[in-house]
């Protein structure tokens, strides 16, 4: 994988790429085509659903009155905030439960059963403990996220040869070494791969949680327009949920999961 | 756990022996022992709820829930939710299986189909189910069919994506053989790929059926008609937290069955029996 990717990036030249970028574009294209067409054609009713005007006009209008960036920017924070919370407190239980064989036996179905109720389960109950609004959101992300993390820090620190670890251990190393030197690196490949799923369900459970449980950020938004029956502004906001979740995955996770795998995959290579 | 305690006292020997014994039982018992570690749980739940460092109302003890379980066993309701779940689930999931192989296989299959449809697979997978229910809402109403269109629209990706996958890891010389025997193009769709891509597949719904699962009862508490997660919601909304606990319980142990019992089972027998892509590598 690695001296692949490094070929690749070298051959790219910059044409390739508007290629690539032109046909990754082009089925929007046709299906917003289609889209116009089909809404002029059959005089489709706006309360059913908008034209391609409509939205482009809404959208400006939202921007204009300032509050779609403020909804999007009450989403992205409650996203972080939540997210990073549980990444810090994820990995060390991971390392924990994975280090200790007692601690995994005890912990493993437990973390399994609460693996499935992650998230959107959890809004009663949150909504119950911290009122409705900031912190029963970032409750709900946190959930979503933790328990994948930590499922994932304890297939990373399981992906390590005993080897490696019994080689560090015979050069002397402390257990603290071992673990800011072995296994950290070593599970870090799985640990970005959690983040990246976790924050998937995280931006699901965001715009479910938003729905039911506060008055500001996208989920908020889409509801709100349905009980006004403004379309235009439904379809406006499922597009940018897309957009911002597509930019989010592939312009940040994927990198970031790509050079973790990259530089420090060593484990995993070694491995098989 | 019992007999350990009671066998502290004799010697390291007998205990040990009790040990292995409890061990060996509890082999054979899968359920049991995979219920063990939340017996400290709890114990340790209802010794937190006894205290009353919580005001009971937010934070009922074990038995609360289980009266409650009872009483709305007795009443039907909850018989009645749970059954609108799992129809909802099984026909959300079935529907999205059925049009998710052949897209998967459309865009395993076929370049032109590839490049034009992957795009858009990518961008309404981001867009995320329970994004849809507000549109969802204005055209059909608070029935089934947009609780159905929503887990269909979980379960489509995860098929279409790993339908891919298979389709890929079939090796060529399979295909070329079949071909090189005369089998048409059909026969090789039939008897080659789609059993070649069967394990990927049920991989596949299986993920589907988690992301499925957590759509169903997001779509649940927002549309409000029935269901677990309405009952959740609705606890909420009366106050009554040991129902939403219940509710919570419910779908972890509902899904750790359908998981543990049903996909897994069938995952890794559809592997040992059509995985001949993994056993030859």
């Known amino acids: ?41 059959f005089h489709v009713p706006l309360r059913l659903f908008p034209s391609v005007g409509d939205v482009l006009q809404a959208g400006l209008q939202e921007i204009q009155r300032g509050t779609l960036l403020d909804h999007i920017a009450q989403s992205l924070t409650r996203v972080a905030v939540g997210a990073i919370l549980a990444i810090v407190a994820s990995i060390p239980l991971g390392i924990a439960m994975s280090t200790n064989r007692l601690v995994a036996a005890l912990l493993t179905p437990i973390l399994r059963f609460f693996a499935v109720l992650a998230g959107i389960a959890w809004i009663p109950i949150a ?9 029963a959101i970032t409750f709900v992300i946190f959930n979503a996220v933790f328990f994948v993390v930590t499922y994932n820090t304890i297939l990373g620190v399981a992906s390590i040869p005993q080897a490696v670890r019994n080689a560090a251990a015979s050069l002397g190393a402390t257990p603290r070494q071992i673990l800011v030197e072995v296994l950290l690196p070593g599970a870090l490949p799985n640990i970005v791969t959690g983040i990246r799923t976790g ?44 957009v911002i979740w597509l930019a989010m995955d592939r312009l940040i996770l994927a990198p970031v999961e790509r050079r973790t795998i990259e530089r420090w995959g060593l484990a995993r290579r070694m491995g098989t | 756990m019992e007999g350990l305690a009671g066998s502290a006292a004799f010697t390291p020997a007998w205990h040990l022996r009790a040990a292995s014994c409890a061990v060996k039982w509890l082999d054979g018992h899968p359920g049991l022992k995979s219920f063990l570690p939340f017996v400290p749980i709890i114990l340790l739940w209802a010794a937190i709820a006894h205290s009353g460092i919580f005001p009971r109302v937010f934070f009922p003890g074990p038995w609360d829930v289980i009266a409650s379980f009872a009483n709305l066993i007795y009443k039907g309701i909850l018989p009645d939710y749970l059954e609108d779940s799992i129809v909802r689930l099984v026909l959300g999931a079935g529907v999205g299986t059925l049009t998710g192989i052949p897209l998967g296989l459309l865009i395993g299959l076929s370049p032109l189909g590839q490049r034009f449809l992957w795009p858009l697979i990518v961008f309404f997978q981001a867009v995320g189910d329970i994004a849809w229910l507000p549109i969802l809402l204005i055209w059909f109403g ?51 790929i789609v059993p070649g891509a069967l394990p990927n ?48 319980i419910l779908l972890g142990l509902l899904w750790y069955v359908v998981d543990g019992w049903i996909l897994v089972p069938l995952e890794q027998a559809t592997i040992q029996r059509w995985g001949v892509v993994a056993r030859t590598d």
């Open chain 1, 127 to 135: 909504t119950l403990w911290f009122g409705y609004g900031f912190g």
């Open chain 2, 201 to 248: 597949i049920i991989t596949g719904l299986r993920n589907g059926l988690g992301w499925g699962w957590r759509a169903l009862i997001a779509s649940e508490m927002i549309v409000g008609t029935s269901g677990v997660g309405f009952m959740m919601f609705d606890a909420r909304r009366a106050g009554q937290v040991t129902e939403v606990l219940l509710g919570m």
């Open chain 1, 1 to 41: 994988m690695g001296p692949n990717a490094v070929t690749r990036g070298r051959a790219s030249t910059l044409r390739p790429r508007v290629v690539d970028a032109a046909w990754f574009l082009a089925p929007f294209l046709v299906l917003v085509v289609v889209w116009a067409v089909v809404v002029r054609a």
């Open chain 2, 142 to 192: 608070f029935g089934l069919t947009t609780m159905t269109f929503v887990i269909v629209y979980t379960v489509l990706f995860p098929v279409v994506l790993n339908t891919v996958l298979g389709v890929r890891s079939i090796r060529l010389e399979f295909v070329r053989a079949a071909q090189s025997l005369g089998a048409g193009r059909l026969r090789i769709l039939h008897e080659v």
């Open chain 1, 199 to 242: 924050m998937g369900y995280a931006w699901r459970g965001l715009i479910a949680a938003e729905m039911i449980a506060t008055n500001a950020g996208l989920g908020y938004m889409l509801f709100m327009a349905r009980d006004f029956y403004r379309t235009e502004v439904i379809i406006l906001g499922m597009i940018l949920i897309g």
